[in-house]
């Protein structure tokens, strides 16, 4: 293979055809590729967007501020700070699984088995705590089944080569299948206090929940924006096969990004049986569908390599404020899946019409 050898670019000169003003007319000097030509005219100063700032999940954001204006004047109850502290309870646990199911959307796949693992998490935890084991064991026992489930679904995805969409649903009738036999699909009570008090105490005033949520959302955050691993995920999402011959490795980023999706779903069951009290064999049912709309709402797309961690959780933060409002406003709640619903068509739309617009423009 020949070496390329750095050369320092130089003043060139090209002959155009030869006008009336004289030969040094017909002389064209071209800058050099680290010059900017000079313009007759200034151009025109670009205004900065809602979009340049807050990038893609600006839509979300707008959404989110309107949705809280408009009940802060319907209702007088929802600025309230019984209200707020249920609200921010409510959408901790769909942000924690959103801002996971967010890492495999990146990377153009899907985990539609976090609901179910959530719930054979949590029930397994509330099983061991009920049988005596200490409560830190028991905590760690419950997010590793989590792990343990996400790492397979990774290695159904990258060695097995079936589709996210196959591996994950088989995943989501198998775990919870596991946990509706384990518990003999009876909820599991009697996990102590102490415990309890993890998804239920405060700490200033603010619930523990909302905090575990805005951590775990920054880790991820500063994963995605300022760590090298976080650059793989969305190289794997825009082009698998470019990543690779770049150096990516391809194969442990997936595993990586469906482990971490299950550990999420792991965290996010055991902080729910925390918050209930109780194991709940049947906890988490729907809970998938509600972290990909989450995501899709707060601007990811579902062909990879789009979207954000602080997007993920202001989408189930929107979806959260749409459903504690249509409590207050005693709004029927299937009216409210037909709002989601919309939301999704739209950001989706959105997405494909802005897609379309870069691509005519590039």
Known sequence: MPKLIWREPIETTTIVNRPAGGAEAGLKTV????????????????????????????GGLVVLLVAVGALTLASDEFLTANNLANLAR??????????????????????????????????STAQLLVAGMPILPSILLGVGIGTGLGIVNGLL????????????????????????????????QGVPEAFQIIANGTILGIPNLLIIAVAVTAVMWFALTRTVFGRYIYAVGSNPESARLAGVPVRLVTIS??????????????????????????????????????????????????????????????????????????????????????????????????????????
Not at 33 to 57: F, H, N, S, Y
């Open 31 to 58: 800058p050099t590729p680290g010059e900017t030509p000079q313009l007759k005219t200034e151009a025109r100063r670009r205004v900065l967007t809602l979009g340049d700032i807050a990038g893609r999940e600006s």
């Open 90 to 123: 409510q959408v901790a646990i769909f942000g924690i699984i959103a801002v996971g199911q967010l890492l495999v959307i990146l990377t153009a796949g899907i985990d539609l088995s976090v609901g179910s693992v959530l719930g054979l998490s949590g029930a």
């Open 157 to 188: 995805v990258t060695r097995a080569l079936l589709p996210p969409f196959i591996a994950t649903l088989g995943m989501l009738g198998i775990a919870r299948g596991m946990v509706l036999l384990s518990t003999d699909a009876q909820t599991i």
């Open 257 to 362: 990004v469906y482990m971490i999706s299950g550990t999420l779903a792991g965290l996010g069951g055991v902080l729910l049986a925390s918050r209930l009290g109780a194991g709940i064999p049947t906890a988490g049912t729907g809970f998938e569908l509600s972290a990909i709309a989450a995501c899709v709402i707060g601007g990811a797309s579902l062909f990879g390599a789009k979207g954000s961690a602080i997007g993920a959780f202001t989408g189930a933060l929107i979806m959260g404020v749409l459903n504690n409002g249509g409590n207050l406003l005693a709004i029927n709640a299937f009216y409210l899946q037909i709002a989601i619903g919309v939301l999704i068509l739209v950001a989706v739309g959105f997405d494909q019409l802005n897609a379309r617009r870069s691509a005519a423009s590039g």
